[in-house]
C-alpha cells in the first residue's frame, strides 16, 4: 500500500482512492454519486505494534472493492497514530451487508484484540455534497 507524506502535518494518505468525474488524479477524494448515499467514518488511534495490521487492511480494501454498493474510501493518519477512515456505500442495506461479511469480522475482531487503543465507528446518509478543485471550472 503506497502512502504519501504531507509536509508540516505528519499525515499520510494512502493512495488507493477513486476521483470524481472532473477532478484530476492528484485529488484523493473518493468517487461518489449524487447524494444520497451512505458514509461510514471510522476514527482511531492505533497500537504501535504493527501486528500485522498492514496485510489485514490491504486485504480489507481489496474485500471492499469487491463488494456490492461499494463507492469509494478516503483514509489518513498522523504520526501519532490517530487516523480517519470514511468508506462510502450506495444504499444503507450494502455497508451492512459489508459490516456482515465473515471475512470483515475477523478484521474487526483483531482491531478489538490489539490493532487499536481506541475506535468510534458513525454511520451517516449523505444528502449533499459540495466539491471544489483548484484551476477548474464550477
Known amino acids: 500500500m503506497a502512502s504519501v507524506a504531507f509536509a508540516g502535518g505528519g499525515l499520510r494518505l494512502h493512495e488507493r482512492l477513486s476521483y470524481p468525474p472532473g477532478m484530476s488524479s492528484a485529488s484523493p477524494l473518493a468517487s461518489t454519486p449524487e447524494p444520497p448515499y451512505w458514509a461510514v467514518i471510522f476514527t482511531s488511534v492505533r497500537e504501535e505494534a504493527d501486528d500485522g495490521y498492514g496485510e489485514v487492511a490491504d486485504r480489507m480494501e481489496e ?67 459540495y466539491a471544489f478543485e483548484l484551476g477548474q471550472e464550477s
Open 63 to 129: 474485500l471492499a472493492v469487491q463488494q456490492p454498493g461499494y463507492l469509494g474510501i478516503e483514509s489518513v493518519r498522523a504520526a501519532d497514530g490517530s487516523g480517519i477512515t470514511i468508506s462510502y456505500w450506495a444504499t444503507e442495506e450494502s455497508l451492512r451487508a459489508w459490516k456482515a461479511n465473515a471475512e470483515h469480522r475477523v478484521a474487526q475482531r483483531k482491531g478489538h484484540e490489539g490493532f487499536y487503543k481506541a475506535w468510534v465507528t458513525r454511520v451517516c446518509k449523505v444528502e449533499r455534497a
